[in-house]
């Protein structure tokens, strides 16, 4: 009882850490259409993250990264499913989804926050296949 307390609890505070963090970027891209040095600042970021790290070859493995912790959970996991893995492992599936075509999509590319939007993407899959782990 004290352990599945504990998972609830985790979980709750992982959501609403996402969800603060969506909240976020979309008030940062609200101002950045107001407030210059908001705009100025997330623009370079952006220019930086996108010259450094989201480039077509550093994304090829981010894609190879996330192909070998999906088919790694699926041998670890492939006997002892239970409802909160399932789960998690659907949400880690459609964050990588959400990641691959927000890279490839031109709409996503035009937003400021565009680059903060791929990390918390790869955060949030982050977060979900720790879950996986923690969670017996």
């Not at 969506?22 to 623009?43: D, F, N, Q, R, T």
């Amino acid at each position: 009882m004290k352990k599945n307390l504990k998972n609830r609890v985790m979980n709750s505070l992982i959501y609403g850490f996402e969800w603060s963090i969506v909240i976020a970027l979309l008030i940062l891209e609200y101002l950045s259409g107001y407030k210059a040095g908001v705009m100025k600042h997330i623009y370079f970021k952006k220019i930086e993250y996108l010259s450094k790290i989201y480039t077509k070859n550093g994304m090829i493995v981010h894609l190879i990264l996330l192909l070998f912790i999906f088919i790694g959970l699926m041998l670890i996991y492939k006997n002892r499913w239970n409802f909160n893995r399932k789960r998690s492992m659907v949400r880690v599936v459609l964050l990588s989804i959400i990641l691959v075509g927000g890279f490839y999509l031109p709409y996503m590319a035009k937003l400021n926050t565009y680059a903060y939007i791929l990390i918390f993407l790869e955060v949030a899959i982050g977060l979900e296949v720790i879950k996986m782990i923690k969670s017996k």
